[in-house]
């Protein structure tokens, strides 16, 4: 297998095992808290603890690698990973674990945007749409197969092997990646910012933590509104730091970039919208229609199918319609099933359910593809670093985003019906939120230009091509009419 194919799978694997360990410890904290002697409520902040320790280092993962080089740092990322995963099955005190969860995400942190970055330095941009799509595939996949696979290792082995089974998984793909991946680094490393990499830490961990526990009830609301205002009042002095400084740890001015404004801002709607899915969906099949954690997993699983099956045809369809033209209505049609989910009930036929979900994760897979291509068409070699340090935060804070609005969107619903458990009516205006969010996205993807992509999606050549067969057909039929009249004058 050449690079072009191997370097994406290698790649892919590895932000599997991420999102995949991200989720899959939600089904497996009571069985966590019992065995290390804590209440699960209590280990929630193993989960909040990873999520501000991404949040923490995804800034700093692009100049380390410019500065290191992608493919030791990548691998590098692999190994702090399954440290931090050994570290979890170790645990015998909530601290031990939330140490290790930490160390896990500054494995994470780095992983996602390098491994894209190697993507990226490693693949022509022919092959670019590709090599995207089996990428977008583990962020599809994970949070979807995460819960009822921790159940299961949880309910039939144990709750270590949650953590342990990312150790042959880790070992695998940093043996590939040190043996095909090219050990490209900058020649001219930019100076490290270390006062922009505290101001957006902590402007991200406010804000990713927050938007994360809001509507949860896992902490008073004064709480939760007072992280987010320090997130946010750190990010307003980082973004005034980023402008005096020419080295900026998350790079703003790169927005001038039509492309990747638009993957950055209508990507983040899109996301938010889709991103309370993996959250929504779950709880509306277990708490509303009564299944098992395990049925509903296999349910939900059906979208994951609908993934993969995208992977073979993205390129085509892409080629065949342009990236402007493609995002635009498919972030109107993925939201159109996103909102059918509002009709599920209980009487809804589960193979009904799965078909809509295998659909969706279809055209879902398909916009995932293009966002993440797209962002990177028109940016330089040097600055891809910078480009994919910003796409990982906009996604981090997106999926956060997403949790939020879906999470307080059933609880005003619950507050406005007067309810004070959780049916499966008050999850409906949830999806049509979301979906609603999501579908606006189109407006941004729209105002891309209308050759946006083509060197990447080879959408040019066809055009070229259309238009030769197009020229020459007209000359045929002048010929042909020429011939015509002369046949007539003859006559």
């Known amino acids: 297998m050449d690079k072009q194919r191997l370097i994406p799978l290698i790649v892919a694997t590895a932000l599997f095992m991420e999102n995949m360990d991200s989720t899959v410890i939600a089904s497996s904290l009571p069985a966590i808290a019992a065995d290390i002697g804590t209440s699960p409520l209590t280990l929630k902040l193993a989960i909040t603890s990873y999520l501000l320790s991404l949040a923490v280092f995804i800034p700093a993962s692009g100049w380390t690698a410019d500065r290191f080089g992608a493919r030791l740092v990548f691998a590098a990322a692999v190994g702090v990973f399954m440290l931090g995963s050994i570290g979890c099955a170790l645990s015998s005190s909530v601290t031990d674990f939330v140490f290790a969860r930490i160390l896990q995400g500054l494995g994470g942190a780095m992983m996602t945007p390098v491994g894209r970055l190697v993507l990226l330095r490693s693949i022509d941009k022919s092959a670019l749409v590709n090599a995207m799509a089996w990428v977008t595939v583990p962020a599809l996949i994970g949070p979807v197969i995460g819960p009822p696979l921790g159940g299961f290792i949880t309910t039939y082995f144990s709750w270590h092997w949650i953590f342990l089974i990312n150790i042959p998984i880790g070992i695998l793909g940093i043996f590939m990646a040190l043996k095909y991946i090219d050990p490209i680094k900058s020649e001219d490393p930019e100076p490290f910012d270390l006062y922009g990499m505290v101001l957006a830490g902590i402007g991200l961990a406010g804000i990713a933590f927050g938007l994360s526990v809001a509507g949860l009830n896992l902490l008073p609301w004064t709480v939760v509104a007072a992280l987010i205002a320090v997130g946010s009042i750190s990010m307003t002095l980082y973004v005034i730091h980023a402008r005096r400084t020419g080295s900026p740890v998350l790079d703003f001015s790169m927005l001038n970039l039509a492309t990747l404004r638009a993957s950055i801002i209508g990507g983040f709607m899109f996301r938010l919208g889709i991103g309370a899915l993996p959250f929504l969906l779950p709880l509306l099949m277990q708490v509303g229609f009564g299944l098992s954690p395990f049925q509903s997993g296999l349910v939900t699983f059906a979208s994951a199918v ?56 279809f055209f879902r897979s398909l916009q995932f593809t293009a966002i993440n291509t797209v962002a990177y068409a028109e940016v330089e070699p040097a600055q891809m670093s910078r480009a994919t340090t910003l796409v990982s935060v906009n996604q981090q804070l997106a999926i956060s985003a997403g949790v939020a609005v879906g999470a307080f969107s059933v609880e005003t619903t619950m507050w406005l019906h007067g309810a004070s458990e959780l049916t499966a009516t008050v999850f409906a205006p949830a999806f049509l939120v979301v979906a609603v969010i999501s579908a606006a996205s189109a407006w941004f993807f729209w105002q891309m230009p209308d050759d946006a992509g083509h060197e990447i999606s080879g959408r040019k050549a066809v055009e070229i091509s259309s238009r030769k067969g197009a020229a020459k057909a007209a000359v045929k039929a002048a010929s042909e009419g020429t011939q015509d009249a002369r046949d007539q004058r003859l006559g």
């Open 306 to 361: 609908g993934a993969m099956g995208m992977k073979t045809l993205a390129a085509r369809i892409i080629r065949s319609f342009g990236f402007r033209n493609l995002m635009t209505v498919n972030a109107v049609v993925s939201s159109l099933f996103l909102a059918a989910c509002a009709l599920f009930t209980a009487a809804t036929p589960l193979l009904l359910i799965m078909i809509i979900l295998v659909v969706g994760g």
